[in-house]
């Protein structure tokens, strides 16, 4: 059972440079979300989808874009990396919140922008 | 005040031990709590969900008290095997997923031999 699926799992870039992290998950479910996590910090929503084709701003969206073109995939992109975005990326999905509410995250991206 | 706030610990404890973590929101329309338990470099995974009635599972209880507007998570007989980091999960608004889901810093659990 694969789950969520994050690709790549590392990446260092250089400020300036482009990446795509892609998500993929095989539940059929409805939400995705792109999160990142840094030290004291905590995880917060970069941008999320609740369905093929829809996209929303999350609490930290700035320097990111997302895109979902498939209902299984969920990319996120960074046009020009910065050092403030060296992150661990976690995608995550969801069916709905009429039941137990439960998050299924990828296993993580540990980016390094230098 | 944070919409949700954790101690961050670390709370070291010896096997067997009873430990109990506390979570405060600041949002008294959230209507959906939840306790995810994150190991160290890995994703977080659900642990419970907390019900107004309460809810156990196994050595795990989850309280939620709205008045006061906080959860608490406690772990009975404590194994090697929980040493993770709790992180508190509040819902603002019920159903939707719009966004809305609110994750504490995490609580640092590390038990001892």
């Known amino acids: 059972n694969a789950g969520v699926t994050q690709t790549p799992k590392f990446r260092v870039l250089k400020t300036g440079q482009s990446m795509t992290l892609l998500c993929a998950q095989d539940m059929n479910h409805e939400y995705m979300y792109w999160y990142r996590q840094d030290p004291g910090m905590g995880l917060r929503l970069i941008h999320y989808s609740v369905g093929e084709g829809t996209t929303a701003k999350g609490e930290v969206p700035d320097g990111y874009n997302v895109s979902r073109l498939k209902k299984q995939n969920f990319l996120l992109g960074l046009e020009s990396a910065a050092p403030s975005q060296t992150s661990v990326y976690f995608c995550?999905?969801?069916?709905?919140?009429?039941?137990?509410?439960?998050?299924?995250f990828g296993e993580g991206s540990r980016l390094t922008v230098l | 005040r944070k919409e949700v706030e954790q101690d961050p610990g670390p709370f070291n404890v010896p096997e067997g031990a009873t430990v109990a973590f506390n979570c405060t929101y600041s949002n008294s329309a959230s209507q959906s709590f939840f306790w995810y338990r994150q190991d160290c470099r890995k994703e977080p995974k659900l642990l419970m969900s907390v019900y107004s009635s309460g809810n156990e599972d196994g050595r795990f209880t989850a309280q939620l008290n709205r008045a006061s507007q906080y959860i608490s998570l406690l772990i009975r007989d404590s194994k090697l095997s929980d040493s993770a980091t709790y992180l508190c999960?509040?819902?603002?608004?019920?159903?939707?997923?719009?966004?809305?889901?609110?994750f504490g810093k995490g609580t640092k659990l590390s038990v001892k031999p």
């Open positions: 995550a999905s969801t069916r709905g919140w009429g039941d137990t509410g439960e998050l299924f």
């Open positions: 999960v509040v819902n603002r608004h019920f159903g939707g997923s719009q966004g809305n889901l609110i």
